[in-house]
Protein backbone atom coordinates (compact mmCIF):
# COMPACT_ATOMS: atom_id res chain seq x y z
CA UNK A 1 0.00 0.00 0.00
CA UNK A 2 1.06 3.51 -0.94
CA UNK A 3 -0.01 7.14 -0.72
CA UNK A 4 1.93 8.01 -3.25
CA UNK A 5 3.19 7.23 -6.73
CA UNK A 6 6.73 7.50 -5.87
CA UNK A 7 6.12 5.69 -2.92
CA UNK A 8 4.24 2.79 -4.82
CA UNK A 9 7.02 2.51 -7.43
CA UNK A 10 9.80 2.54 -4.52
CA UNK A 11 7.88 -1.12 -3.43
CA UNK A 12 7.36 -2.58 -6.53
CA UNK A 13 10.49 -2.48 -7.77
CA UNK A 14 11.22 -4.09 -4.41
CA UNK A 15 8.66 -6.56 -4.79
CA UNK A 16 10.12 -7.65 -8.33
CA UNK A 17 13.66 -7.72 -7.75
CA UNK A 18 14.83 -11.42 -7.11
CA UNK A 19 16.34 -12.14 -3.71
CA UNK A 20 19.87 -14.16 -3.63
CA UNK A 21 18.24 -17.06 -2.46
CA UNK A 22 15.90 -17.11 -5.36
CA UNK A 23 19.11 -16.63 -7.34
CA UNK A 24 21.24 -19.77 -5.90
CA UNK A 25 18.25 -21.71 -5.87
CA UNK A 26 17.45 -21.06 -9.71
CA UNK A 27 21.42 -21.91 -10.57
CA UNK A 28 21.48 -24.88 -8.49
CA UNK A 29 21.60 -27.61 -11.76
CA UNK A 30 24.53 -25.85 -13.24
CA UNK A 31 26.68 -28.70 -12.20
CA UNK A 32 25.05 -31.17 -13.46
CA UNK A 33 23.82 -29.66 -16.93
CA UNK A 34 27.44 -28.83 -17.35
CA UNK A 35 28.35 -32.45 -17.16
CA UNK A 36 26.30 -33.95 -19.19
CA UNK A 37 26.98 -31.29 -22.21
CA UNK A 38 30.49 -31.28 -21.69
CA UNK A 39 30.21 -35.33 -21.80
CA UNK A 40 28.31 -35.31 -25.04
CA UNK A 41 29.77 -32.47 -27.01
CA UNK A 42 32.36 -30.69 -25.56
CA UNK A 43 31.74 -27.30 -24.21
CA UNK A 44 34.79 -24.60 -24.43
CA UNK A 45 32.73 -21.87 -22.31
CA UNK A 46 29.55 -22.69 -19.97
CA UNK A 47 28.67 -18.83 -18.26
CA UNK A 48 25.08 -17.49 -17.01
CA UNK A 49 23.73 -14.54 -19.54
CA UNK A 50 20.56 -12.83 -19.90
CA UNK A 51 17.84 -11.43 -17.22
CA UNK A 52 19.76 -12.68 -13.86
CA UNK A 53 23.38 -12.47 -15.00
CA UNK A 54 22.65 -8.02 -16.36
CA UNK A 55 20.79 -7.88 -13.01
CA UNK A 56 17.51 -7.09 -14.58
CA UNK A 57 15.70 -10.49 -13.61
CA UNK A 58 11.68 -10.44 -12.51
CA UNK A 59 10.75 -11.94 -9.38
CA UNK A 60 9.06 -15.45 -9.82
CA UNK A 61 9.14 -15.21 -13.99
CA UNK A 62 12.86 -14.91 -14.77
CA UNK A 63 15.03 -17.85 -15.75
CA UNK A 64 18.42 -18.78 -15.67
CA UNK A 65 19.92 -18.02 -19.01
CA UNK A 66 22.86 -19.95 -20.20
CA UNK A 67 25.39 -19.54 -23.16
CA UNK A 68 27.03 -23.04 -23.93
CA UNK A 69 30.09 -22.30 -26.47
CA UNK A 70 30.18 -25.97 -28.02
CA UNK A 71 33.11 -27.80 -29.24
CA UNK A 72 31.19 -29.79 -31.78
CA UNK A 73 31.04 -28.89 -35.16
CA UNK A 74 28.19 -26.13 -35.93
CA UNK A 75 25.26 -27.92 -38.03
CA UNK A 76 24.26 -26.49 -41.01
CA UNK A 77 20.52 -25.84 -39.18
CA UNK A 78 20.39 -24.08 -35.92
CA UNK A 79 16.94 -26.42 -35.05
CA UNK A 80 19.70 -29.54 -35.13
CA UNK A 81 21.63 -28.33 -32.31
CA UNK A 82 18.40 -27.49 -30.49
CA UNK A 83 17.23 -31.06 -31.14
CA UNK A 84 20.17 -32.28 -30.08
CA UNK A 85 20.93 -30.28 -26.68
CA UNK A 86 17.35 -31.12 -25.67
CA UNK A 87 17.86 -35.09 -26.65
CA UNK A 88 20.96 -34.79 -24.12
CA UNK A 89 18.85 -32.97 -21.06
CA UNK A 90 15.73 -35.23 -21.48
CA UNK A 91 18.44 -37.97 -20.82
CA UNK A 92 19.86 -36.67 -18.19
CA UNK A 93 16.93 -35.05 -16.21
CA UNK A 94 13.71 -37.92 -18.02
CA UNK A 95 11.48 -36.65 -14.97
CA UNK A 96 11.94 -32.98 -16.48
CA UNK A 97 9.96 -31.52 -19.03
CA UNK A 98 12.44 -30.32 -21.61
CA UNK A 99 11.30 -28.21 -25.01
CA UNK A 100 12.65 -25.91 -27.86
CA UNK A 101 11.97 -22.55 -27.35
CA UNK A 102 13.92 -20.47 -30.14
CA UNK A 103 17.06 -19.75 -29.72
CA UNK A 104 17.20 -22.14 -26.31
CA UNK A 105 16.54 -25.28 -24.85
CA UNK A 106 14.20 -24.77 -21.77
CA UNK A 107 14.14 -27.16 -18.52
CA UNK A 108 11.34 -26.56 -16.42
CA UNK A 109 12.24 -27.71 -12.63
CA UNK A 110 10.14 -28.47 -10.01
CA UNK A 111 6.82 -28.68 -12.46
CA UNK A 112 8.06 -24.99 -13.63
CA UNK A 113 8.66 -23.43 -11.32
CA UNK A 114 12.00 -23.29 -11.98
CA UNK A 115 13.65 -22.45 -15.06
CA UNK A 116 16.86 -23.14 -17.03
CA UNK A 117 17.55 -21.81 -20.84
CA UNK A 118 20.31 -23.34 -22.90
CA UNK A 119 21.79 -21.44 -25.87
CA UNK A 120 24.40 -23.54 -28.24
CA UNK A 121 26.38 -21.04 -29.16
CA UNK A 122 29.52 -21.05 -31.89
CA UNK A 123 32.29 -18.80 -31.26
CA UNK A 124 32.68 -16.47 -35.03
CA UNK A 125 35.21 -14.26 -34.41
CA UNK A 126 36.42 -11.89 -31.38
CA UNK A 127 35.33 -7.85 -31.42
CA UNK A 128 37.44 -4.81 -31.54
CA UNK A 129 36.08 -4.60 -27.64
CA UNK A 130 37.23 -8.16 -26.90
CA UNK A 131 33.43 -9.58 -26.57
CA UNK A 132 33.45 -13.08 -28.51
CA UNK A 133 30.65 -12.92 -31.32
CA UNK A 134 28.37 -15.91 -31.72
CA UNK A 135 26.41 -17.93 -33.89
CA UNK A 136 23.11 -18.66 -32.42
CA UNK A 137 19.76 -20.37 -33.86
CA UNK A 138 17.67 -18.11 -34.77
CA UNK A 139 13.67 -17.84 -35.28
CA UNK A 140 13.69 -20.83 -37.86
CA UNK A 141 16.29 -23.06 -38.85
CA UNK A 142 18.66 -20.29 -39.43
CA UNK A 143 21.78 -19.23 -37.41
CA UNK A 144 21.89 -15.16 -36.05
CA UNK A 145 24.72 -13.55 -34.16
CA UNK A 146 24.64 -12.47 -30.56
CA UNK A 147 27.35 -11.09 -28.58
CA UNK A 148 26.44 -11.48 -24.95
CA UNK A 149 29.08 -9.65 -23.18
CA UNK A 150 29.34 -6.49 -25.59
CA UNK A 151 25.69 -6.06 -24.62
CA UNK A 152 26.43 -6.95 -20.85
CA UNK A 153 28.81 -3.91 -20.69
CA UNK A 154 26.37 -1.87 -22.83
CA UNK A 155 23.65 -2.22 -20.28
CA UNK A 156 25.86 -1.97 -17.04
CA UNK A 157 27.67 1.49 -18.78
CA UNK A 158 23.87 2.95 -19.40
CA UNK A 159 22.96 1.83 -15.21
CA UNK A 160 26.00 3.27 -14.06
CA UNK A 161 26.07 6.79 -15.52
CA UNK A 162 25.92 9.52 -12.37
CA UNK A 163 22.58 10.99 -13.52
CA UNK A 164 20.47 8.40 -13.40
CA UNK A 165 22.42 5.58 -11.45
CA UNK A 166 20.09 2.32 -11.38
CA UNK A 167 17.82 3.72 -14.05
CA UNK A 168 18.52 1.40 -16.74
CA UNK A 169 17.99 -1.96 -14.75
CA UNK A 170 15.30 -0.58 -13.19
CA UNK A 171 13.54 0.26 -16.61
CA UNK A 172 14.38 -2.77 -17.51
CA UNK A 173 12.62 -4.87 -14.74
CA UNK A 174 9.24 -2.49 -14.64
CA UNK A 175 8.92 -2.92 -18.40
CA UNK A 176 10.06 -6.89 -18.42
CA UNK A 177 7.31 -6.71 -14.96
CA UNK A 178 4.65 -5.65 -17.49
CA UNK A 179 5.25 -7.45 -20.03
CA UNK A 180 5.05 -11.14 -17.53
CA UNK A 181 1.94 -9.76 -15.69
CA UNK A 182 -0.26 -8.88 -19.05
CA UNK A 183 1.38 -12.13 -21.18
CA UNK A 184 2.82 -9.54 -23.66
CA UNK A 185 4.73 -12.06 -26.39
CA UNK A 186 8.03 -9.23 -26.61
CA UNK A 187 11.61 -10.48 -26.06
CA UNK A 188 12.66 -9.42 -22.91
CA UNK A 189 16.58 -8.71 -24.67
CA UNK A 190 14.79 -6.24 -26.59
CA UNK A 191 13.12 -4.50 -23.40
CA UNK A 192 16.11 -4.58 -21.87
CA UNK A 193 18.15 -2.84 -24.59
CA UNK A 194 15.45 -0.17 -25.24
CA UNK A 195 15.61 0.61 -21.93
CA UNK A 196 19.27 1.21 -21.65
CA UNK A 197 18.92 3.33 -24.62
CA UNK A 198 16.27 5.35 -23.78
CA UNK A 199 18.64 5.42 -20.30
CA UNK A 200 21.23 6.92 -22.14
CA UNK A 201 19.44 10.05 -22.94
CA UNK A 202 17.74 10.95 -19.45
CA UNK A 203 19.46 13.44 -16.74
CA UNK A 204 17.34 11.92 -14.26
CA UNK A 205 14.58 8.92 -13.63
CA UNK A 206 11.34 9.21 -11.79
CA UNK A 207 10.19 5.68 -12.23
CA UNK A 208 6.24 6.57 -13.48
CA UNK A 209 6.76 9.33 -15.83
CA UNK A 210 10.11 7.39 -17.33
CA UNK A 211 8.47 4.41 -18.21
CA UNK A 212 5.32 6.38 -19.27
CA UNK A 213 7.61 7.94 -21.93
CA UNK A 214 9.37 4.50 -22.51
CA UNK A 215 5.93 3.01 -23.10
CA UNK A 216 5.11 6.21 -25.61
CA UNK A 217 8.20 5.86 -27.46
CA UNK A 218 8.31 1.98 -28.07
CA UNK A 219 4.31 2.44 -29.40
CA UNK A 220 5.07 5.50 -31.56
CA UNK A 221 7.22 3.27 -33.32
CA UNK A 222 5.18 0.56 -33.43
CA UNK A 223 7.49 -1.58 -31.40
CA UNK A 224 9.89 -1.93 -34.57
CA UNK A 225 13.12 -3.89 -34.96
CA UNK A 226 16.11 -2.08 -33.26
CA UNK A 227 19.49 -1.62 -34.68
CA UNK A 228 22.29 -3.24 -32.03
CA UNK A 229 23.65 -0.22 -30.32
CA UNK A 230 26.69 -2.06 -29.85
CA UNK A 231 27.32 -2.06 -33.06
CA UNK A 232 28.31 -6.30 -32.68
CA UNK A 233 25.31 -7.86 -34.32
CA UNK A 234 22.31 -7.29 -37.06
CA UNK A 235 19.14 -5.86 -35.50
CA UNK A 236 17.34 -6.82 -32.55
CA UNK A 237 13.38 -8.07 -32.92
CA UNK A 238 11.36 -7.79 -30.49
CA UNK A 239 8.75 -10.81 -31.46
CA UNK A 240 9.23 -14.04 -33.21
CA UNK A 241 5.96 -13.68 -35.89
CA UNK A 242 4.25 -10.98 -36.99
CA UNK A 243 1.17 -12.73 -35.54
CA UNK A 244 2.90 -11.87 -32.04
CA UNK A 245 4.00 -8.61 -32.85
CA UNK A 246 0.41 -7.39 -33.62
CA UNK A 247 -0.50 -9.11 -30.23
CA UNK A 248 2.17 -7.36 -28.49
CA UNK A 249 1.62 -3.88 -30.08
CA UNK A 250 -1.92 -3.97 -29.20
CA UNK A 251 -1.12 -4.41 -25.43
CA UNK A 252 1.38 -2.11 -25.91
CA UNK A 253 -0.94 0.56 -27.07
CA UNK A 254 -3.33 -0.54 -24.30
CA UNK A 255 -0.66 0.28 -21.38
CA UNK A 256 0.59 3.13 -23.06
CA UNK A 257 -2.84 4.92 -22.76
CA UNK A 258 -2.89 3.75 -19.41
CA UNK A 259 0.20 4.98 -18.21
CA UNK A 260 -0.78 8.65 -20.00
CA UNK A 261 -3.72 8.72 -17.72
CA UNK A 262 -1.79 7.57 -14.47
CA UNK A 263 0.75 9.99 -14.88
CA UNK A 264 -1.99 12.78 -15.60
CA UNK A 265 -3.53 11.75 -12.57
CA UNK A 266 -0.41 11.17 -10.22
CA UNK A 267 -0.35 14.72 -8.51
CA UNK A 268 -4.25 15.38 -8.41
CA UNK A 269 -5.64 11.99 -7.95
CA UNK A 270 -2.68 9.80 -6.59
CA UNK A 271 -5.65 6.76 -5.65
CA UNK A 272 -6.95 7.04 -9.77
CA UNK A 273 -2.98 6.85 -10.65
CA UNK A 274 -2.39 3.76 -8.51
CA UNK A 275 -5.17 2.34 -10.03
CA UNK A 276 -3.81 2.64 -13.34
CA UNK A 277 -0.62 0.93 -12.43
CA UNK A 278 -2.34 -1.62 -11.01
CA UNK A 279 -4.27 -2.37 -14.86
CA UNK A 280 -0.76 -1.73 -16.37
CA UNK A 281 0.98 -4.16 -13.83
CA UNK A 282 -1.68 -7.09 -14.14
CA UNK A 283 -3.77 -6.67 -10.55
CA UNK A 284 -0.02 -6.44 -8.77
CA UNK A 285 0.49 -3.19 -7.68
CA UNK A 286 0.54 -1.63 -4.55
CA UNK A 287 -2.77 -0.28 -3.88
CA UNK A 288 -3.53 3.82 -2.26
CA UNK A 289 -4.45 3.19 1.71
Request: proline content about 5%.
Amino acid sequence: MAKTVPEAFATYLGWITPTDAARAKASAHRASIEAKLKSTFGVWRMYESGSWRHGTGVGGHSDVDYFISLRTDKPAYGSTVLGQVRAAMQERFPQTHVHVQRPAVVLEFGGGYERVELIPAFPEQKLASGAMLYAIPGVADEWMQSAPEAHLNYVDVANNRDEVKRGAKGLARLAKSWKYECNVPISSFYLEMRAAQYMNGERSVVWDMDLQRFLASLSSHDLADMNDPTGSSGRIKPCSSSATHRDALSKLRTAAVRADKAVAARESDPRAALGWWDYIFGGKFPGYY
